[in-house]
């Protein structure tokens, strides 16, 4: 439904600004190219994913992902 983070209570502001500053990274436009539009050999060469095999579309999407986020220490899970 668009949460991109969830927080508990009590936290701690160094921690929730952390997490603000990560939610915001991911939502910035990459300057250079858009991470949904790279092609699985643009992703091997940016994000140097080349011992992950396969060309399926979600394979392809949850690699976009990864990358997107790879810069982040953003916390993910894959399902």
Not at 45 to 67: C, F, H, M, S, T
Request: hydrophobic content about 45%; glycine content about 4%.
């Amino acid at each position: 439904a668009g949460a991109a983070e969830f927080i508990t209570k009590p936290w701690q502001n160094d921690s929730l600004l952390q997490t603000i500053r990560t939610i915001l990274a991911l939502r910035e436009p990459e300057a250079e190219t858009d991470p949904a539009a790279l092609s699985r050999r643009q992703l091997d060469k940016q994000y140097e994913l080349r011992n992950i095999v396969g060309q399926d579309a979600r394979l392809l999407q949850v690699l976009r992902n990864v990358g997107q986020v790879a810069a982040t220490d953003a916390s993910v899970l894959i399902e």
